[in-house]
C-alpha cells in the first residue's frame, strides 16, 4: 500500500520560472493538504484541497501560487514566477477524511530558486 | 486565535536520559484534535499520535508517552532513556486549522 508520493523530490529553478509540484495521496484519500517548510522553520499551512474543489486557501500567498486536485491524476501546486524566497521544503499530506483523521505526508519536494 | 506553542527551540541530552517535550495550544473550539509528529534528519515527516479533547487519558507508546492536560491547554511529549536515533525535530499540531508549532529538536549525543 503506496504511501503519498510526491515528485519531484528536488527541483532547481531560476528565478522567474514556473515550479510544478506533484502529490499523489495515499489509495483511498481524497483530502490532500499543502505544506511550506522554510529552512530551519515549522510547517505553514498553505491550501486544503477535496477532489476538484478547493476548500481552504487561507495559508496560500494572493499572487503567483495556485493548487489544483481534478478528478484524475495527482494533486499541483504551481508556483508561477518564482523568487529566491519561494525555496523551501514543500510537504503534502492525505488524509482519510477531514478534520480529525490523521495526516500522512509525503517525502516532501525541496524547491531551490538560483 | 488559534495557535500552537513550542517554547524549547533546541533541546540536546545524552542518551538514557528522559525528556520532555512541550506543547501549548490556544483554541476557541470545544472539539479539537492534536497532534505529534516527527522529522528525523532524513526530512520525512512521521505520524506519532492523535488525541481528541474529549480524551485526557495519558498515553503510553513503548518509550513515548503524551500528557493531555486541558486545563492548562498542554499536551506534553517525554520519551523515556532516549536513543539516538530519536534525534529529530518534533511538532506538535492543532489539526482543526492546520496550525503546527515551530517544532522542537531534539539531539540525543551516544
Known amino acids: 500500500n503506496a504511501g503519498v508520493m510526491q515528485n519531484p523530490r528536488h527541483l532547481v529553478r531560476r528565478r522567474g520560472q514556473e515550479a510544478r509540484l506533484r502529490c499523489s495521496p495515499m489509495?483511498?484519500?481524497?483530502?490532500v493538504y499543502w505544506y511550506r517548510q522554510l529552512p530551519e522553520e515549522g510547517l505553514k499551512f498553505m491550501v486544503y484541497?477535496?477532489?476538484?474543489?478547493?476548500?481552504?486557501e487561507s495559508g496560500m500567498p494572493k499572487e503567483r501560487f495556485s493548487a489544483e486536485f481534478p478528478k484524475e491524476g495527482p494533486s499541483i501546486l504551481r508556483i508561477q514566477q518564482v523568487v529566491r524566497g519561494d525555496s523551501a521544503a514543500y510537504f503534502c499530506?492525505?488524509?482519510?477524511?477531514?478534520?480529525?483523521?490523521?495526516?500522512?505526508f509525503g517525502p516532501g519536494t525541496r524547491l531551490t530558486v538560483t | 486565535a488559534q495557535k500552537v506553542t513550542q517554547a524549547q527551540t533546541e533541546i540536546s541530552v545524552v542518551e538514557k536520559e528522559d525528556v520532555t517535550l512541550d506543547c501549548v495550544y490556544e483554541?476557541?473550539?470545544?472539539?479539537?484534535?492534536l497532534f505529534w509528529y516527527k522529522q528525523p534528519p532524513s526530512g520525512e515527516l512521521v505520524f506519532l499520535i492523535r488525541?481528541?479533547?474529549?480524551?485526557?487519558q495519558n498515553e503510553i507508546s513503548g518509550r513515548y508517552s503524551w500528557n493531555f492536560q486541558k486545563s492548562t491547554s498542554s499536551f506534553n511529549f517525554t520519551i523515556t532513556a532516549s536513543q539516538v536515533v530519536d534525534s529529530a525535530v518534533y511538532f506538535c499540531?492543532?489539526?482543526?486549522?492546520?496550525?503546527f508549532g515551530a517544532g522542537t529538536r531534539l539531539t540525543v549525543k551516544p
Open positions: 499530506a492525505s488524509s482519510l477524511e477531514e478534520g480529525a483523521y490523521e495526516q500522512y
Open positions: 489509495k483511498g484519500h481524497s483530502h
Open positions: 484541497l477535496q477532489k476538484e474543489n478547493i476548500i481552504d
Open positions: 483554541t476557541r473550539d470545544t472539539t479539537y484534535y
Open positions: 488525541r481528541n479533547s474529549f480524551d485526557e
Open positions: 499540531a492543532l489539526v482543526n486549522d492546520m496550525r
